[in-house]
């Protein structure tokens, strides 16, 4: 149920965005005729190297694999600190004990539950 409820949630955030994403750009479509029509004629400048930068698709493009691969890094972390800290959780005094006897375990009444508080 929690699972079911948190999807609904995501896919009404996500629609959320989309919709004003889509408002942002019937407004930017009509505003960037208007400017090119109000606007002189530039003429074209030459910078050296110009051709070795990305194109604005090239940089976007790269940005988001970079943040792919950076929130893949952060999924793997985030799994390897819950195996880490596994042990640590309520219920797992007897493999805390287990995987290094040179720490005993805590007494019951002193391992908090989920649901006391902070």
Same mark, same amino acid.
């Given at each position: 149920? !929690?699972?079911?409820? +948190?999807?609904? /949630? *995501?896919? *009404?955030?996500?629609?959320? %965005? $989309?919709?004003? =994403?889509?408002?942002?750009?019937? !407004?930017? +479509?009509? /505003?960037?005729?208007?400017?090119?029509?109000? %606007?002189?004629?530039?003429?074209?400048? $030459?910078?050296?190297?110009?051709?070795?930068?990305?194109?604005?698709?090239? !940089?976007?493009? &790269?940005?988001?694999?970079?943040?792919?691969? /950076?929130?893949?890094?952060?999924? =793997?972390?985030? &799994?390897?600190? %819950?195996?880490?800290?596994?042990?640590? $959780?309520? &219920? +797992? !005094?007897?493999? $805390?004990?287990? +995987?290094?006897?040179?720490?005993?375990? /805590?007494?019951?009444?002193?391992?908090?539950?989920?649901?006391? &508080?902070?």
């Amino acid at each position: 149920m !929690a699972a079911t409820i +948190r999807q609904e /949630l *995501e896919e *009404e955030f996500l629609s959320t %965005i $989309r919709k004003g =994403q889509e408002t942002a750009l019937e !407004a930017a +479509r009509p /505003l960037a005729e208007a400017v090119h029509y109000v %606007i002189p004629a530039m003429p074209a400048v $030459r910078v050296p190297l110009a051709g070795l930068l990305p194109t604005a698709r090239e !940089a976007v493009a &790269g940005g988001y694999e970079f943040a792919g691969h /950076l929130l893949a890094n952060q999924r =793997q972390f985030a &799994g390897e600190v %819950i195996t880490a800290t596994s042990p640590l $959780r309520p &219920g +797992r !005094a007897a493999t $805390r004990q287990r +995987r290094n006897p040179q720490f005993p375990a /805590l007494p019951r009444s002193v391992v908090r539950d989920e649901g006391d &508080g902070p």
